[in-house]
């Protein structure tokens, strides 16, 4: 009997062993949980990286597209002036005639892009939108007055693309 409870008892030592071998211990169930969450954030950071380098392709592609709208909305204009210069036989009012009508397509190619013309004279001087190289006195027109504009301004919704540059009333 003695013989069968030693007998027993090293039959259970031995099942211990073998159920506590059977289950991962403390230290491998977290470090098969820290080897999970390194994975996942080296897939997450490579995820960012394809996205930020896809973000920058699509970017360049549409800088691109923008510029070739751009110049294909100016090529009529382009073309017509090389109808101007290709008639040699036309007369100083016909050049006049066809560079002012160039022009206007021109002025309409802006319209249609959503480009403002602005820096009239009479209009108040705006540091926001208007370069005040000149300062006359003129006693006609109010303080801070354009007076004179010698190179106009252009911008696109709210954002000036090329400030007016003008003269301005003390």
Do not use: W
């Not at 040699?88 to 480009?115: A, N, R, W």
């Not at 006609?140 to 010698?150: A, H, W, Y």
Request: net charge negative.
């Amino acid at each position: 009997m003695a013989k069968d409870k030693k007998k027993n008892a090293e039959e259970e030592v031995i099942e211990e062993k073998e159920a506590v071998q059977a289950e991962p211990s403390k230290e491998e169930e977290l470090q098969k949980q820290l080897d999970e969450k390194n994975d996942q954030l080296l897939r997450t950071l490579a995820e960012y990286d394809n996205f930020r380098k896809r973000s920058q392709r699509e970017k360049e592609a549409l800088y691109a597209e923008c510029k070739a709208s751009v110049v294909n909305a100016l090529l009529p204009v382009a073309d017509n002036f090389d109808r101007i210069f290709a008639n040699p036989d036309g007369t100083l009012e016909d050049y006049k005639k066809g560079v002012e009508m160039t022009f206007k397509q021109f002025s309409d190619v802006f319209k249609t892009l959503g480009i403002e013309v602005f820096g009239e004279v009479g209009e108040e001087f705006d540091p926001n939108f208007h370069n005040a190289v000149m300062h006359t006195e003129d006693d006609s027109v109010g303080e801070n007055t354009i007076t004179n504009v010698l190179v106009k301004g252009y911008k696109l919704g709210d954002k000036v693309i090329r400030p007016a540059m003008v003269a301005v009333a003390n």
